[in-house]
C-alpha cells in the first residue's frame, strides 16, 4: 500500500464524491449524510470507503468497498485496523457473505452463533437483506475482549 494514502472520516464536503463512488463501485451501498463514512483517498482519488450505520445501543459496519485497481493491496485491511477504536466502545456488528469470513475473522470479527441474540436493528437488516443474499452471515468485532 502507498504511503501516501490518506485515512480520514470524510467531511461533508465530500459526500457527492463518496456517493459516486459507491454509485460506481458498490451499488447496493448506498451512503447516508448522517452516517460516519471513512475513506483511503490518494490525493483526489478514493481508494477506498466504509460506512458505519449508528443505532442506540451497536452499530452497523457496511458497505466496505475499494476502487477494482487498488484491491488486493490491503486496503480494506487498513481501513477497518484505523477504525479499531471506533469498533471498541459500542457492539460493532458486519453482514457479509460466507467467502469474506476469513477476511474479517483477521480483523476481530467473530461469527454470531445465535442470531436471535443480535440487536433487534441487527435483526432486522438481516432478515431484509437475506431476501436477496440467502447465504449473508452475522459477524460481532470481539477484539475489545481479548
Known sequence: MSTSA????????????????YQTYYPSGKPNKSEPLWVIKQGPTIIAAVR????????????????PEYRQQGYGSTLLDALRSEFEHIPSFCLNQPELIPFYQQHDFVLV?????????????LRRYRVKQPELV???YQGATR
Open 6 to 21: 490518506n485515512i480520514t472520516q470524510a467531511e461533508a464536503l465530500w459526500f457527492p464524491l463518496v456517493k459516486k463512488f
Open 52 to 67: 458505519i450505520k449508528p443505532f442506540v445501543d451497536c452499530q452497523l459496519m457496511t458497505g466496505l468497498v475499494t476502487h
Open 113 to 125: 452463533q445465535d442470531e436471535h441474540s443480535l440487536p433487534d436493528d441487527i435483526q432486522g437488516r
Open 138 to 140: 452475522a459477524m460481532v
